[in-house]
């Protein structure tokens, strides 16, 4: 079954530092999402992505955060500096038209020091 | 964007049926609505989606009243893997929409 796949499943940074999480969206999806979630807290939507460009974002996507989908088939999300806030689990979804299932990959764990 | 309201938790046991029910009082006429499942630690997983009536699949049934502003998850059944967050959401069926989990309902399944 195919899956969104995501790298690297847990990072550790010092704060100030600038982070990339990686996702592998699923083949013929064309709708991409980042979410996050902080221990013990909600899923929350930061920005999702169609036709090479932001559609929708959160207040919690301010300048900091950033996202490319550089060569096709990667999707990638940026912090430039990472605060300790920024600790949580982050989520990569797809999906293939604009309504349905949306896909999660599993997530990577990033930790501000 | 329709705000859901749904129990935080809930206690059930193994073989019961579960059934959770969210509020969308201002659900829109082109929302649809979707239950997602989360474990610990692993990305939400989605169950089933509806727009009206009732909608089953091989894991849950999805009621919507023809009103359209609650709904209810049933799971038939249920065993201790069923222990999980259960989200639902209200969203457009749009392109590029924004996608918002509430606070879930955690269901405990015990012995």
């Known amino acids: 079954e195919p899956e969104v796949t995501q790298t690297p499943s847990h990072q550790v940074t010092q704060m100030g530092q600038e982070v990339i999480l990686r996702c592998v969206p699923i083949?013929?999806?064309?709708?991409f999402y980042w979410y996050r979630q902080i221990l013990g807290q909600k899923v929350e939507f930061l920005v999702s992505?169609?036709?090479?460009?932001?559609?929708?974002k959160s207040e919690i996507f301010d300048d900091q955060f950033s996202v490319e989908r550089p060569d096709g088939s990667n999707f990638t999300l940026k912090i430039r500096s990472t605060k300790l806030e920024d600790s949580a689990m982050y989520f990569c979804a797809s999906r293939q038209g604009g309504a349905g299932e949306l896909f999660f990959g599993e997530g990577s764990r990033l930790t501000v020091l | 964007l329709a705000k859901t309201t749904q129990p935080i938790s809930m206690d059930s046991y193994e073989g019961q049926e579960v059934n959770i029910t969210c509020s969308h009082n201002n659900i829109a006429t082109n929302d649809y609505i979707t239950w997602y499942q989360q474990f610990p630690s692993q990305g939400p997983r989605f169950i089933i989606q509806g727009y009206k009536t009732k909608v089953t699949n091989e894991v849950a049934s999805l009621f919507i009243p023809a009103d359209r502003k609650s709904s209810t998850l049933s799971l038939p059944r249920v065993s201790l893997s069923d222990t999980a967050v259960y989200y639902c959401?209200?969203?457009?069926?749009?392109?590029?929409?924004?996608?918002?989990f509430g606070g879930g309902t955690r269901v405990l399944v015990k012995p």
């Open positions: 083949s013929n999806h064309l709708y």
């Open positions: 959401l209200v969203a457009p069926g749009a392109a590029g929409n924004k996608l918002t």
């Open positions: 992505f169609y036709n090479n460009e932001i559609s929708e």
